[in-house]
């Protein structure tokens, strides 16, 4: 699907400043929830992924209906709420939208969440000589 340039401009700090949410809320819950500052982070991150998020068309919006824009633009009244908001916000947005920008130079470096979940090689192990008794 072709993105037009002003959604594609509305686009780009609304990825970035969700990789900010995603990257805090990697941390542990109570890790951020307890420094003010990074709850300040937080808020802040979301207040302008809010604002970035009401730049972005309503076509867009409709052909996109994994985010929870209403989620999005409601602002959370505790710092609880605020954590769940974001945990689920943030990678939604990533996940959903970063395709959007395949192909352009700013999002070439931008967070895939979904590369997360994408499983490992798992190496073989190598099994150790065994040892035998000597036998008598």
């Known amino acids: 699907m072709a993105v037009s340039a002003r959604d594609k401009k509305a686009l780009l700090p609304l990825l970035e400043q ?47 209906t994994a985010v929870q824009w209403d989620e999005l633009a409601a602002k959370p009244d505790s710092a609880d709420l605020l954590w769940r908001r974001a945990k689920r916000v943030g990678p939604q947005v990533l996940g959903e939208l970063r395709p959007l920008l395949e192909g352009e130079p700013e999002a070439a470096f931008m967070l895939d969440p979904n590369a997360d979940a994408a499983t ?14 000597a036998r008598k």
């Open 120 to 133: 490992k090689p798992v190496r073989e192990r190598k099994q150790a000589p065994r040892k035998h008794a």
């Open 18 to 64: 969700a990789q900010l949410v995603y990257l805090l809320t990697r941390l542990p819950k109570k890790q951020v929830l307890d420094d003010p500052k990074d709850v300040a982070r937080l808020e802040d991150a979301l207040a302008a992924m809010r604002a970035a998020a009401h730049e972005v068309s309503g076509s867009l919006r409709e052909k996109h």
